[in-house]
């Protein structure tokens, strides 16, 4: 089953805007991710930031996380054409095996 | 990073027949690895994990008779979808952990998609 829900579905912006997107999730975790999916393609990681960390910055990705809310937002600066993609938190549900329970994600269309 | 790699990238199969489906772990030796499917437009749903030398771990839901899971090698999962159905047609995707690096780290294929007609 789906771990939890992205906002918004779709999200279109100029180049140069920053995009926010936000994640919410139901079960305890000890980490959540975000992954880049271009079409067609296969996931890429792009950060993770652990259930006792608040924020997270690598690039001009900025990720938040709020355990009281279970939400999380990832937010890309500068936004580039090339940024057009799918996004998707994902969760472990706090278990260390591995298994990964992903959101429905954002479809972000960047316009140069 | 690590490199995950998946073959055949697509494939098409008449309904009834099986399709096989590899994952393989280019650089390092991976004792699990995940598999998940996706619809269009939609999110990744955890189908399995993969252990190697044991059985495979189910999610519910996921009929482990339709789906069947070899982790022969270290380097190497295999999805077999067996008697295919036009609805079993999505993008399959496989992911595998390095035990040398970080608990959490996870590398994923580039997918497969199975038409099913």
């Known amino acids: 089953s789906q771990q939890g829900e992205e906002d918004p579905q779709a999200l279109s912006i100029q180049e140069g805007e920053n995009a926010t997107m936000n994640c919410s999730y139901k079960t305890s975790i000890n980490n959540l991710q975000w992954y880049r999916q271009n079409s067609g393609r296969g996931l890429v990681h792009l950060i993770l930031i652990r259930s006792n960390e608040r924020e997270k910055h690598s690039g001009r990705l900025r990720v938040t996380l709020d355990t009281s809310k279970k939400s999380s937002s990832l937010l890309i600066t500068a936004s580039r054409a090339a940024d057009t993609a799918s996004y998707f938190c994902a969760t472990n549900r706090g278990s260390t095996l591995g298994r990964l329970y992903f959101g429905r994600g954002t479809q972000l269309t960047v316009w140069p | 990073g690590a490199v995950v790699s998946q073959h055949p990238s697509w494939v098409i199969c008449k309904s009834g027949t099986s399709v096989k489906i590899e994952c393989r772990s280019l650089d390092f030796q991976a004792t699990t690895m995940f598999w998940y499917r996706q619809f269009p437009k939609q999110s990744l749903m955890l189908m399995a994990t993969s252990n190697e030398g044991s059985k495979a771990t189910y999610e519910q839901g996921v009929e482990k008779d339709k789906f069947l899971i070899n982790h022969a090698s270290l380097t190497l999962s295999t999805l077999t979808v067996t008697s295919a159905h036009p609805e079993d047609s999505s993008f399959y995707i496989c992911?595998?952990?390095?035990?040398?690096?970080?608990?959490?780290?996870?590398?994923f294929g580039p997918g497969t998609r199975l038409t099913v007609t």
């Open positions: 992911s595998a952990r390095d035990p040398s690096g970080s608990s959490y780290e996870q590398y």
